[in-house]
């Protein structure tokens, strides 16, 4: 049985699976995408082997003040093109529990179905917080890695 508390997102992403599991373990490529909305990431290290780190700064305004934070965590299971999952700590002044993030890749027709859950969540506000993110988070991606002839995203409910 799932805990309410979990997140679960399922998106399609207008690209080929390998250019989406490369967004969650490329330090290049996780500059450009992840972090929420309008925030932005000037750096980004990644050692995308089972036990290897990552970490990716993000600096902007949220809520109408510059923020600054440092996400990190380590991957626990990588299966190329097909599964990512990882810890997701924050540094700083920030320090919510640490969750576990898993996301599948799935082949469908004009591009991917990416599915994230995240576990570990303390109570339904910080849930709130991480869902609003991933769903800005993931237009950044859609824009970034688009092909043409598609909707660059939608919900897949």
């Known amino acids: 049985m799932s805990n309410p508390l979990d997140l679960h997102l399922t998106k399609f992403i207008k690209a080929e699976r390998s250019k989406v599991f490369e967004a969650w373990t490329s330090a290049d490529v996780m500059k450009q995408w992840l972090s929420p909305g309008e925030l932005i990431s000037p750096k980004a290290a990644s050692d995308p082997k089972i036990g290897g ?46 969750t576990v993030i898993t996301v599948t890749l799935k082949d469908v027709e004009g591009g991917t179905e990416l599915t994230l859950t995240q576990t570990g969540f303390a109570d339904e506000q910080h849930r709130g917080g ?28």
């Not at 869902?131 to 919900?155: C, M, N, Q, T, Y």
């Open 130 to 157: 991480y869902e609003a993110g991933w769903h800005s988070a993931f237009e950044k991606l859609s824009k970034f890695i688009d092909l043409p002839s598609v909707p660059a995203f939608r919900d897949l409910r």
């Open 53 to 98: 780190a990552f970490t990716i700064e993000m600096e902007g305004m949220m809520y109408g003040k510059f923020t600054k934070g440092i996400a990190s965590g380590t991957f626990k299971e990588l299966v190329p093109d097909e599964l990512v999952v990882l810890t997701w700590n924050w540094a700083g002044g920030y320090s919510p529990p640490e």
